[in-house]
């Protein structure tokens, strides 16, 4: 007989757009490893930010400065009372990590490559560029589904009519966002209305993400990312503008700015971590958006989801019972 080895397990971070009122409440009155995190991310921003994510008021969170480190403490707060949790299980069986989007950085403090405190503000001030990159109303993201990435890529080109129209995440084989301005994304979906797609949805966000409208806060961040204090990670972080593995720290720094104004690439991601022998995704952190595109890129993937108690608790049983592989 073989060795027995672990079940591979993948850990997931969200990403802007997961947040809700309440978010990561119920974990911290459950564990004090969570309370910590809430008191630790208080601290480091110098504002609320834990009584902000229980009691809202939601136009608060929805701003982007506050939306970010925000949803960054709740997934660093739900993997700390999964760590208490789940021990050695969990030890023993994450070979990497990833996020979407902002879910990058709470992926690399998961991973030991960036400190709590470091990540907080370094995505305060991520969110801040970001908003003030295009002014209010000019930019737009919409969610495009039942089509293809390249029936998406073939209309941008057509819609855009000299202006910045392009696909920012690539999440699902028939799901992707698309960014740019405001009247080009109007125009996109006048034009797959008319070819039959499905459905177009416009995104309630601040700004246009992950396309070339955002160069002025990737060079801002460029600055900050210069001497934010990153270390080689200990296990992979799957980077979103290349769906790759890294563990080094320059590596990181340069995915970091590189992803501001790059699509994320979700679906492959997905794949990466299918093709490093991963079995279990676990979405940490609030909503189960991850999750629900997971199940339709890869099926045969056990998913766990910890954004409250009950779900801590599945996912703890679900890695007790995983036996080994021969």
């Known amino acids: 007989m073989g060795l027995v080895s672990p079940p591979r397990v993948a850990l997931a971070f969200p990403g802007q757009g997961s947040q809700s009122v309440g978010m990561g409440r119920l974990l911290a009155e459950a564990f004090p490893e969570a309370r910590a995190v809430f008191a630790r991310a208080d601290a480091a921003l110098g504002v609320p ?11 608060a969170l929805r701003l982007t400065a506050t939306t970010q480190p925000a949803i960054l403490t709740v997934s660093i707060a739900a993997l700390e009372a999964l760590r208490s949790r789940a021990g050695e299980a969990l030890r023993a069986r994450v070979i990497c990590a990833a996020g979407h989007s902002l879910g990058e950085y709470s992926a690399l403090v998961a991973a030991g490559a960036l400190g709590l405190d470091e990540a907080l503000r370094a995505v305060r001030r991520r969110g801040e560029y970001m908003q003030e990159a295009v002014p209010v109303g ?12 390249e029936q998406v890529e073939a209309i941008c080109r057509e819609a855009a009519l ?3 129209l392009e696909p920012a995440n690539l999440n699902a084989p028939d799901q992707t966002v698309i960014s740019g301005t405001a009247a080009a994304v109007e125009r996109f979906a006048a034009m797959a209305r008319e070819r039959g797609i499905r459905k177009v949805v416009r995104l309630p966000v601040s700004a246009p993400f992950h396309c070339a409208l955002m160069k002025p806060a990737a ?19 799957i980077q979103n503008v290349s769906a790759a593995q890294a563990t080094g720290a320059d590596a990181f720094r340069e995915g970091l700015r590189a992803q501001v104004v790059a699509p994320v690439r ?22 189960r958006v991850l999750t629900g595109l997971a199940r339709r890129i890869d099926s045969n993937m056990t998913l766990l ?19 080994g592989t021969t």
């Not at 009584?51 to 008021?57: A, K, L, V, Y």
């Not at 060079?219 to 972080?237: E, H, S, Y």
């Open 305 to 323: 989801n910890v954004e409250d108690p009950a779900g801590l608790d599945a996912a703890a049983a679900a890695l007790a019972g995983l036996g």
């Open 162 to 164: 000299g202006e910045v």
């Open 49 to 59: 930010i834990s009584r902000i994510c229980f009691e809202g008021p939601e136009e």
């Open 219 to 237: 060079d801002r961040l460029a600055v900050d990312l210069g001497t934010l204090p990153l270390r080689d990670a200990a296990f992979p972080v």
């Open 138 to 149: 000019a930019g737009a993201m919409a969610a495009v589904l039942g089509s293809t990435l």
């Open 266 to 287: 979700w679906v492959e991601t997905v794949h990466r971590m299918k093709s490093m022998g991963v079995q279990a995704i676990i979405e940490v952190g609030p909503g």
